[in-house]
């Protein structure tokens, strides 16, 4: 009809679209307050704001936000695999050479032992019933190893003898005495420095024994004592 204004269609998301646009302005404006990140978008809203040709909130540049300590997200830390470290042993091998023989101990031990011995061993005195000093050194010693009862040195004699030159002794003994004494002079001889050694009628001058004519009587026959004659000049060397 003439004169009559067409009537406006009625546009029904009219309304629910400037309630979208005031409602996105108060949620800028209490972001810009409290400065806190917005929440997640709702779905109206969203809807609304494309409708009326709006940027989403989505579209709109972030804003620079403090990070709050207490809210901060605490990064997972990952221990990290300790390795113990390698310990290398170091063997130590004694390169000092073995030792033989005796241990020092044992060697001070057998030297004062020894030292000892020495002392206590002597030269055999040089002085028995007025012989010459080699003769009365072996005398001596002869005297300390066997069991003799008495012993005759210097004296005179009317048949040729040793005994006046101080070069011959006589042992009184008994038989088994007598006979290891005789036997072990023989044997020494040469180091006693002797010449011949007269025992129960017989004589040994190195050559073995030998037996001698009778005299007459026990003691002229040498049965009851050894004699030994001995050379002159002879350096011995016994002890006692």
Request: net charge negative; glycine share 8%.
């Amino acid at each position: 009809m003439a004169g009559r204004h067409r009537a406006q269609p009625r546009r029904p998301w009219a309304k629910p679209t400037a309630v979208g646009l005031l409602a996105a302005t108060a949620l800028v404006g209490t972001m810009a307050l409290t400065d806190t990140a917005p929440p997640e978008e709702d779905h109206t809203t969203a809807v609304a704001a494309v409708a009326a040709g709006l940027p989403t909130p989505s579209s709109t540049p972030a804003r620079s936000r403090s990070t709050d300590p207490t809210s901060s997200t605490a990064e997972s830390t990952t221990p990290e695999s300790t390795t113990p470290e390698s310990t290398t042993t170091t063997s130590t091998t004694s390169t000092e050479p073995e030792t033989t023989g005796p241990a020092p101990e044992e060697e001070t031990t057998e030297a004062a032992a020894n030292a000892e011995a020495e002392a206590t061993v002597e030269a055999c005195p040089t002085g028995l019933e007025g012989t010459v000093p080699h003769v009365a050194q072996v005398g001596n010693h002869l005297l300390e190893r066997f069991s003799v009862d008495s012993v005759g040195g210097r004296a005179p004699r009317s048949n040729p003898s040793d005994h006046p030159a101080g070069l011959a002794l006589d042992f009184m003994v008994g038989v088994s005495t007598g006979d290891a004494l005789a036997d072990y002079v023989v044997e020494h001889r040469d180091e006693f420095g002797v010449k011949y050694v007269i025992w129960r009628q017989r004589i040994n001058n190195g050559a073995g024994w030998s037996a001698m004519a009778d005299r007459g009587s026990a003691t002229a026959n040498h049965m009851d004592h050894v004699h030994v004659s001995f050379r002159s000049g002879v350096d011995v060397s016994v002890t006692c």
